[in-house]
């Protein structure tokens, strides 16, 4: 077992395209955390996720746009006889950045084509429709740094 950083960042970003759910960190105008899970999308080295045109992540990134992005994919547990030697095998990827909703129509519509083709790979699904497109909110993530770990056999 070996707990290490992942410093290469095609290894990275390998990791943030095949997980399949992130967790969006922003911080409150009282200065709580909020974090919430996420479908997304790593597209042109940068991350995409749909939501609502209003809430709290809105308010969120229009108080403070620094935000914290985060991707973990468990390869395996380790279960033993004693407590001291049962483990996790995972990949991690944080990620520290500036969000702002999209309001370009077409990196809006380019974002949620792909976050789409992502989640329904291998199926004939027609692009977002107009209207769609029109109500969705779209976040984007402009990374800043990147950091990785993983622990493994």
Not at 25 to 41: I, K, Q
Not at 59 to 85: M, Q, S, T, W
Not at 93 to 115: E, H
């Amino acid at each position: 077992m070996s707990k290490q950083w992942i410093t290469d960042r095609s290894e990275m970003e390998a990791i943030l395209n095949e997980a399949v759910v992130g967790s969006f960190a922003t911080v409150c105008p009282d200065g709580s955390p909020y974090v919430v899970t996420v479908n997304y999308v790593y597209y042109q080295d940068k991350i995409y996720f749909h939501c609502a045109l209003i809430g709290k992540k809105l308010d969120n990134i229009a108080h403070n746009p620094r935000v914290c992005f985060e991707v973990y994919i468990i390869d395996r547990l380790v279960i033993a006889a004693k407590a001291d030697d049962a483990s996790v095998r995972y990949r991690s990827v944080i990620v520290n950045g500036r969000a702002k909703l999209v309001t370009d129509p077409k990196t809006k519509l380019n974002a949620l084509t792909v976050l789409s083709a992502k989640y329904t790979t291998g199926h004939n699904t027609a692009p977002p429709s107009d209207e769609c497109t029109r109500v969705t909110g779209v976040v984007e993530i402009e990374i800043d740094e990147m950091t990785g770990k993983k622990n493994v056999d």
